[in-house]
Structure formats: structure tokens, C-alpha cells
């Protein structure tokens, strides 16, 4: 077959001396004819080629976002970004800046794949032991430590700079130290202290905080009423799952109540007491002005549904009992944060500057609420009032009514006992 065309060429002027025009016409048409298929031919072998090529590249991409999605705990994540939106809806005025909440998303979402990951690099030792987690991408080796840490750099400096940039410095403190305080802290100390639960605690109740101030500017006690529900609300629900993971978690080495709890009383008592503690912070949203007065009953009603369960822990500490509890935590929250968001109270500038509170001074949160202060002058709301302030809300001042008892009757057994009570409350277990 003719393929060339110089070869086609030197044909052709043979065929003019030697043969007729006819032959040659022929012989002329068959062979460009050769050619132009041989053309066609090797172009769509070359574009053949590329689409196996192209599959494959496309199947890295979509593996390569599987890996980042496993070791930024995507899920863990989501929950982060789901309580810092809210907190910024919650502290915004009338109008919401969507904007800001789009950026305030996406800065917090990088933050927390950034803590994630440190956090995984930490623990690739301790993840590889534990069937929960020995197929994440580092233990298995589908990534490196290397592009693991390249990739914790990125997202952590990246989320931090756009915290920085498009909201406030404040809002990009709190996503800086809360990475420091999940990876450098939390992490190492879950296998040093069952108190990690109290700590990683502390770093889920940072990003509501995070929403309000990148919406307000500054923190107040409505930022504190989120910030508490989310330390509270951790208790349940990751002592349901420290029970039923109790021996994958003996088997990683992390030291976790339910490992030294071989009867399952002190795990479920602790979910349980926290969910009680829950139950006034509706009160607490009205009484400061957070929310309206109907929060006050809808959350009562969430935190108590979620409270009946934690019983039924208690009552038998069984795995069955625990995953009902867990299941019913992981509805409590977005159910809770729903209403709070139905029934808030629009914050505006008045508002913001009659709230804002001293750090240095934190009793001018109920010197500034006319609520707070028609309610300490009711002898019939000082139960409700000692109620609120007792621990473990570490955010407000202790109780200081005991001399406001003593004058109207109490006896001084009275006043022990309650601060017996509060000392008890705050030792944590």
C-alpha cells in the first residue's frame, strides 16, 4: 500500500513516461486514496490513545479526593462548619452577610481538615491497631507522610489567611489556636489522660464562637450560650461511642473513661449528668436576650428527649442502650440549633454595644441584662437563677447569692450543701 507522499510522487511521474493516462489516473486516485486513510487512521489511534490516558488522570483526581476527604475527616468537619454557620446566623443582625458566611465556610472548613490531618499524622501508629480506623489513607499507605503534612500546611495556613482576610482577626485567632489546641494538645493527650474528653470538649465549642465573632467582631454572652451547648453536648454524645468502641479504643492505646470502666456506670452517669446540664441553657439563650422566650420550651423539649435515652444508659449500659443514645445526639443537634436559629434575636449595633463584656470583669453580663437583674430580685426565680450558674458552665461567675439566702431565711447547711454540690459539678467525672 502507497503511504508517502514523496513516494506517491515518484510513482506518479513513472507512470506518466511509461503507461497510458488512463492507468495513471488510476493509479494517482488509489494512491491518494491509501494515504488519506493511512492519515485518518493515525489520528484516531492518537486520539484513542488519549482517552485511556484522560480516564486515568480523571480516576487519580477522584482518588486523590477521596484520600483528602478521608484524612480531613470530611463528616467530623462538616459538623465543625454546620455549628460555626450557625453561630454566625445566630450573631448576625437583619440582614445576614452571605458573603462573609460563604468565606467564614470555607476559611473554618480548611482550619478543620488542617487539624484533622495533623491529627491523623499523630496517630498513624495508633490508627493502624484499631479496625475503626486502620483504613484510613496513612495507615494503609495510599498516601504519605509527606504529602499528608504538605497538605495539613496548605489548609491550615490557607483557612487561618482567609479567616484573616475576610472576616476579622479575632475569628482567624480562635481557628488558629483551636488547630494548636486539637493537634498539639487533644492528640498527644489521649494516651496520657481520660481527661483528652474534657479538652477535646473545649475544641468543639470554639467554632460557634468562631461564627459569632466573624459576624459581631467581638465576644459576648450570646456567643457563650452556643459555645456551652457544644461543650455539653460532646459529653453524650462521645461517651456513647467511647462505650461502644471501648476495646478498638483499649486495642490503639487511648485512654478513655470507658476503658477503665468495666461496668459502664461512670461512662453512662457522665453522659447523663451532661445532659442535664443541658437542659437550662434554653433559659439561659432567653434570659439573655439570644433568643425568644419559646427556645426556652423547644429546648427543653430536644435536650429532654435526648436525656431519656442517656437514662436508659444508665439504667443498663449496654452497646444497644449506647447506640441509641449516640443516634439520639446526633439528632439533638441540628434539631437544637435549628430552633435557636428560628427563635434568635436579631443582634444590632445597640444591642452589641449594651452586651459587650470585659473579659476582665465577667459579672457585667448580668449588671448589663434587665433581664438578669429583674430576675435576681425575684425571691420566686432565685432556684431557676442558681440553676444557670452552676457548673459546669466555666464561661459565667460563680454563684455569689449565699448571702442573699443566709438573709432571707437559709441556713448555713443550706449554703454548704449547694456549694458542695457546685465542687462536685465541676470535678468533671
Known sequence: ??????????????????????????????????????????????????????????ARLRELAQLYKQLSKAKLSALVVSTTAAGFVAGSGDHIEWTKLWWT?????????????LNQIYEVANDSLMKRTARRPLPTGKISMAHALAFAAV?????????????????AGLGAA???????????????SISNTWVGAIVGAIPPLMGWTAATGQLDPGALVLSATLYLWQMPHFMALAWMCREDYAR???????????????TAACALRNCMYLLPVGMLAAALGVTTNAFAYESAFITGA??????????????????????????HLPLFMAALLVHRVPRNQQHAAEWQVSLANPSSVFAASPVLRSLERSHAAQGAMRTICVAPFPFLPVPTESVSWSSQGGSSSDIRSVSESDASLKSGV
Open 306 to 331: 435526648m436525656t431519656v435515652t442517656a437514662a436508659a444508659f444508665y439504667s443498663s449500659p449496654t452497646n444497644a442502650a449506647a447506640r441509641t443514645l449516640f443516634r439520639a445526639s446526633l439528632l
Open 1 to 58: 500500500m502507497l503511504r508517502y507522499p514523496s513516494l506517491l510522487r515518484v510513482l506518479q511521474q513513472a507512470s506518466k513516461e511509461a503507461l497510458t493516462p488512463q492507468i495513471c489516473s488510476v493509479i494517482t486516485s488509489a494512491s491518494s486514496s491509501s494515504f488519506s486513510a493511512f492519515a485518518y487512521g493515525r489520528a484516531f489511534s492518537t486520539a484513542s490513545a488519549a482517552v485511556p490516558a484522560a480516564a486515568v488522570s480523571f
Open 252 to 266: 490503639g492505646g487511648y485512654r478513655m473513661l470507658s476503658r477503665f470502666d468495666p461496668t459502664g456506670r461512670r
Open 105 to 117: 465556610y470555607v476559611g473554618t472548613t480548611a482550619a478543620a481538615s488542617s487539624a484533622n490531618a
Open 178 to 192: 483551636n488547630i494548636v489546641l486539637y493537634a498539639a494538645v487533644y492528640t498527644p493527650l489521649k494516651v496520657v
Open 155 to 171: 489548609t491550615g495556613i490557607g483557612g487561618v489567611a482567609i479567616l484573616a482576610g475576610q472576616t476579622n482577626s479575632l475569628t
